[in-house]
């Protein structure tokens, strides 16, 4: 862990670098279970980072969004710093999965890589403003009680936001016919043809007529 010499103001701490995908050599590290104290980090000022992966089984909400088709990669930095109101935790990261979801259009299930950028700053204690009304609400803080932040909650949160609302498996998806329900990426619709010969094709003839 690097030792922080001097404590930075939230907005001059440096970019979080784009993380090395893939490169957690032959035995990463499981973050599944891990928690940060971030009560410590601040006490002794230092940076803390890790990266490694979770284990799906983890993130139970997620799970049933959808199947998560591989392990999650996490690269993560939790750093103190100073703001106004007093010292805050910046975490920031990035994460990345596969998940299987139903395509919404053809109802088939399609594997998704989804990632998602981490950047949030928390607290520990209690917040100041739910006990004076003239404490300025630091709106884009959460603060923890006991201090302590757990990893795959953070992922979750994050990988959450990601999914799409509307998944579709192709962007040209031409999904089911609502008339006779085939798959219209893989067979032609036969309710076409049979509208023009049938008899409310007559109909429809006389109607316009
Ligand atoms: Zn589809
Ligand atoms: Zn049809």
Same mark, same amino acid.
């Given at each position: 862990m690097k030792v922080v010499?001097?404590?930075?103001?939230?907005?001059?701490?440096?970019s979080f670098p784009e993380p090395r995908w893939g490169e957690l050599g032959e035995n990463p590290r499981d973050l599944s279970l891990v928690t940060?104290?971030?009560? %410590?980090?601040?006490?002794?000022?230092?940076v803390w980072r890790a990266a490694g992966l979770l284990?799906?089984?983890t993130?139970?909400?997620?799970? #049933?969004?959808?199947?998560?088709?591989? +392990?999650?990669?996490?690269?993560?930095?939790? *750093?103190?710093? *100073? +703001?106004? #109101?007093?010292?805050?935790?910046?975490? +920031?990261?990035a994460c990345r999965t596969v998940i299987r979801l139903a395509c919404v259009r053809c109802l088939i299930e399609f594997p998704l890589p989804i990632a998602a950028t981490i950047d949030a700053t928390y607290a520990v204690g209690v917040d100041p403003a739910l006990k004076n009304k003239?404490? +300025?609400i630091e709106e884009d803080v959460e603060f923890l009680p006991d201090g302590v932040l757990r990893l795959r909650?953070?992922?979750?949160?994050?990988?959450?936001l990601a999914l799409p609302m509307n998944p579709v498996c192709v962007s040209g998806c %031409?999904?089911?016919? %609502?008339?006779?329900?085939?798959?219209?990426?893989?067979?032609?619709?036969?309710?076409? %043809? $049979? #509208? $023009? $010969?049938?008899?409310?094709?007559?109909?429809?003839a006389l109607q316009s007529s």
């Open positions: 010499d001097r404590l930075l103001d939230v907005d001059a701490v440096a940060v104290d971030l009560g %410590a980090l601040v006490s002794r000022s230092v284990r799906p089984e993130l139970e909400e997620l799970s #049933e969004a959808g199947t998560v088709a591989e +392990r999650i990669e996490l690269h993560v930095e939790a *750093q103190p710093v *100073q +703001r106004e #109101e007093g010292v805050r935790i910046r975490v +920031r990261g003239n404490w +300025r909650h953070l992922v979750e949160e994050e990988l959450l %031409a999904g089911l016919c %609502a008339g006779c329900g085939v798959d219209l990426n893989r067979n032609p619709c036969g309710c076409r %043809a $049979s #509208e $023009s $010969s049938g008899p409310f094709a007559v109909l429809k």
